[in-house]
């Protein structure tokens, strides 16, 4: 019965144009659940919300490891530290080998909080790591960003000129994008 009145919600909101509440409020006057219409509008937000991430499985991976760093942050504010440890070490080889290496710094940031709350016998070794893992992490993002400017540049160029020849200006400042370091 709920999940009927939820669908009835979404199709009249789908067929609006414009958000008109009081349209709504008319269309199921009388119901119990218009009663609670704040509520219900948060829930079902809530439901499209779950279904636009089921639906675009591309993004399902970074999604996922998000949601699983929220549990190993809830995992380490319940002093579950263990578990925290064991689920962050699983997601964090998952967002290497993806390179999603701004998760990959939020990672590291609760493993030194983890480090910092355990303080074991080779705490100054392992916070060494992770210091110069999260260098590295940095280091190549820096690359990345490089990289996607560089390459923008060059789209840019082309993009200007077409499947022309390039103008010497155009082609010299490609010249000087070929030449950089980082190619």
């Given at each position: 019965k709920r999940e009927d009145n939820y669908i009835k919600m979404f199709d009249v909101l789908n067929s609006q144009k414009t958000y008109n509440e009081a349209a709504l409020?008319?269309?199921?006057?009388?119901?119990?659940?218009i009663k609670?219409?704040?509520f219900e509008k948060i829930y079902l937000s809530k439901r499209?919300?779950?279904?636009l991430q089921s639906y675009h499985k591309e993004d399902t991976t970074l999604l996922y490891l998000r949601s699983q760093l929220r549990n190993a942050a809830m995992l380490f504010d319940k002093a579950l530290y263990p578990e925290c440890e064991k689920l962050l070490k699983k997601i964090?080889?998952?967002?290497?080998?993806?390179?999603?290496?701004?998760?990959l710094i939020d990672i590291i940031y609760l493993e030194v909080k983890l480090l910092n709350t355990l303080r074991p016998?080779?705490?100054?070794?392992?916070?060494?790591?992770l210091i110069d893992e999260k260098s590295e992490v940095l280091n190549k993002m820096s690359n990345l960003s490089s990289y996607e400017y560089i390459g923008m540049k060059l789209f840019n160029y082309i993009e200007k000129s077409g499947a022309y020849l390039l103008?010497?200006?155009?082609?010299?400042?490609?010249?000087?994008?070929?030449?950089?370091?980082?190619?």
């Open positions: 409020k008319k269309k199921f006057a009388g119901s119990k659940f609670r219409l704040p499209i919300l779950e279904s964090k080889q998952t967002t290497s080998q993806y390179e999603f290496f701004s998760l016998a080779n705490y100054i070794k392992k916070l060494t790591l103008h010497k200006k155009e082609s010299k400042a490609i010249n000087e994008l070929m030449s950089h370091p980082l190619m």
